[in-house]
Antibody, heavy 115, light 112 residues
């Protein structure tokens, strides 16, 4: 069955870089896009960007200068890197599958930005 | 960016009551292929969001038919008939027609 699992450091210091991994199973990254969505604590959802099935990427313009999404198809993984983290980047980060959009989500990974 | 305006921000309902949530977009959500990529999600407490309705009016897998979606262009509505306890949480509309995709601010459904 389709599964997505986010993993990451949990705690990041201000001004540092966040690195997250979305490991997928039950489908191919060359057949479906993967999106990153985040949710600041107690707030709503924000679409961050996507890795398309063909390797192209699209980013939220509000984050584009800080954000990079890549993948390793041999490992079924999609990566998110975001630099210059600040306290308002604290929240839960999700990956979700495209195609049948938003039908499959990971459990989310909580990222806390704190010194 | 397309702004998604959801109302009301919260609803207090009794079990068995019917409710509607509105979602209005700042631009038409009809894509060049003629389809409208407006979806509805439910985030239950402590859970990841779950797809309820895709492309305005199509029920997601396993979603009961108490849920229905209507609308076109810039004006959309989610209706829940006969609310049950498992329906409580925050409802989001999301548009996937224009980049970047954008979400409404959410409607919190609570028990009266």
């Amino acid at each position: 069955q389709v599964q997505l699992t986010e993993s990451g450091p949990g705690l990041v210091h201000p001004s540092e870089t966040l690195s997250l991994t979305c490991t997928v199973s039950g489908f191919s990254l060359t057949g479906y896009s993967v999106y990153w969505v985040r949710q600041p604590s107690g707030k709503g959802l924000e679409w961050m960007g996507r890795m398309r099935y063909n390797g192209d990427t699209s980013y939220n313009s509000a984050l584009k200068s800080r954000l990079s999404i890549s993948r390793d198809t041999s490992k079924n993984q999609v990566f998110l890197k975001m630099n210059s983290l600040q306290t308002d980047d604290t929240g839960t980060y999700y990956c979700t599958r495209g195609g049948d959009p938003f039908a499959y989500w990971g459990q989310g990974t909580l990222v806390t930005v704190s010194s | 960016d397309v702004v998604m305006t959801q109302t009301p921000p919260s609803l207090s309902v009794a079990i068995g009551q019917s409710v509607s949530i509105s979602c209005k977009s700042s631009q038409s959500l009809v894509y060049s292929d003629g389809k409208t990529y407006l979806h509805w999600l439910l985030q239950s407490p402590g859970q990841s969001p779950k797809l309820l309705i895709y492309q305005v009016s199509n029920l997601g897998s396993g979603v009961p038919d108490r849920f229905s979606g209507t609308g076109s262009q810039k004006d959309f509505t989610l209706k829940i008939s006969r609310v049950e306890a498992e329906d409580l949480g925050v409802y989001y509309c999301v548009q996937a027609t224009h980049f970047p995709y954008t979400f409404g601010a959410g409607t919190k459904l609570e028990l009266k």
